[in-house]
């Protein structure tokens, strides 16, 4: 019998090894013994731009679209497999025509991805803003790593 | 310790264990022990993918060597012509060469007998890039040349589920 389904390099006696394991049978004992590593860096942080450029375009920009119940989340340029991996881990979906991440609009995926990203949510309406709104409707945020904003 | 909460939509955990050696080969024994085990993503399906597990495999540094385009390549000097043997064995075109293992030495002082070891292809041709042509030997009569040569795959870091008449459960695509 094999031992599975698993990575491994050299020795399959010592060394790491990936493998995968399903909730539905060891859901609550599984996961109370497993070691959290420290989260992926979403972003490289920017440096810091000169007084006089002009203002940068976010790392990640979060939408709430109410009616269509769905959160979306896009990206300047593409985040690191980590950080993309982890997205998809937590339920979120690519859409390829829009060229951005989404999910249903729930509490606790709007807490997710503002603790993910570290931006503000943003609610697009289909109805055009007010003039004074409209500079400041998409704010600047900058992404910062996990261990910085703990 | 960070507790860990499944989202609603995984089905299934992704994690690193570190097995660590608890052989007795005297008395024919073969086992391993789990050290340590690492939560490394959560998975929205329980289908066994390697191209998954590569990923959350590159997510953290202790696993990054099994994540996507790694595995196990060796870059060694092999014979570009044959030896015959005046006792009537030989050595063959394509045979690693028994004259060249120095050459694969690191900086553990070790020198690999089946050539030095590399974890992606890239890392072992552009090693290889750096490295002198390999010498010729006068092997009696005859003059042995000598080339190098990158071996090894990603697969041979993944183990797929076996059956018991040995034939592999491969995933889907293969």
């Known amino acids: 019998m094999g031992r599975g389904f698993y990575l491994q390099a050299g020795s399959t006696y010592s060394g790491w090894r990936v493998c995968k394991e399903s909730l539905q049978y060891a859901r609550g004992e599984l996961l109370a013994k497993l070691e959290v590593p420290a989260p992926p860096v979403v972003a490289e942080l920017p440096a810091a731009p000169p007084a006089d450029a002009p203002t940068p375009e976010p790392a990640a920009r979060l939408e709430e679209r109410a009616d269509r119940g769905s959160l979306w989340l896009r990206f300047a340029q593409r985040p690191a497999d980590a950080t993309l991996f982890a997205l998809k881990g937590a339920g979120w979906r690519w859409s390829r025509p829009a060229m951005a991440w989404y999910h249903q609009l729930t509490p606790a995926n709007r807490v997710f991805a503002e603790q993910f990203t570290g931006v503000t949510t943003v609610e697009e309406t289909d109805a055009p803003a007010p003039a004074e709104e409209t500079s400041s409707a998409l704010p600047v945020a900058t992404v910062l790593p996990f261990e910085a904003r703990r | ?174």
């Not at chain 2, 929205?44 to 385009?69: V, Y």
């Not at chain 2, 060796?74 to 014979?79: C, E, F, K, P």
């Open chain 2, 1 to 174: 310790m960070q507790t860990l909460t499944a989202p609603s939509s995984a089905q299934a955990v992704i994690i690193a264990e570190l097995h660590s050696n608890d052989c007795d080969y005297q008395s024919d024994y073969f086992n391993s022990k789990v050290c340590r085990r690492v939560f490394l993503g959560w998975s929205t399906h329980t289908r066994d993918l390697f191209a998954e597990m590569r990923k959350a495999a590159a997510t953290w540094a202790e696993t990054a060597h099994l994540g996507p385009g790694c595995g196990t390549f060796y870059a060694r000097v092999i014979l570009r012509t044959d030896l015959p043997h005046s006792n009537g064995g030989a050595m063959w075109k394509g045979q690693s060469s028994p004259w060249h293992t120095e050459l694969y030495g690191d900086d553990t002082g070790n020198f690999p007998r089946d050539g030095r070891v590399f974890t992606t292809r890239a890392a072992a041709e552009a090693w290889v890039a750096t490295q002198p042509a390999p010498e010729s030997v006068w092997n009696g009569d005859v003059l042995a040349e000598f080339g190098w040569e990158v071996t090894g795959e990603e697969r041979n870091i993944e183990h797929p589920r076996e059956v018991l008449d040995g034939a592999r459960v491969l995933p889907a695509g293969r």
